[in-house]
């Protein structure tokens, strides 16, 4: 299951499923969410620099090539 955000009178939080299938409620506190929130801007303002996209698209290239070989990981 993908993980959920709601809102209520509980305030903000997160929703997230182990591999058990055992549901977990995380509140997040408004400073833990400025903080997330600062942090995918950040990441956002490096992916607009040369070296971002090249880390994005070398990224993406080596799930690619992982998906399509159905390896594990990176044989050492």
């Known amino acids: 299951m ?3 955000i709601s809102i209520d009178e509980r305030g903000v939080l997160l929703h997230l ?9 995380i509140p997040l506190k408004p400073e833990t969410v400025l903080e997330l929130a ?11 620099t040369p070296e971002g996209k090249r880390t994005l698209v070398r990224g993406a290239l ?3 090539t992982k998906l399509a070989g159905g390896k594990d990981g ?3």
Do not use: R, V
Not at 17 to 25: F, I, M, N, S, V
Not at 38 to 48: E, S, V, Y
């Open 17 to 25: 499923t182990d591999a058990e299938g055992h549901g977990y409620a």
């Open 38 to 48: 600062g942090t995918l801007q950040l990441a956002a303002d490096k992916l607009k």
């Open 62 to 64: 080596e799930l690619i």
């Open 2 to 4: 993908k993980p959920a």
């Open 74 to 76: 990176p044989e050492d």
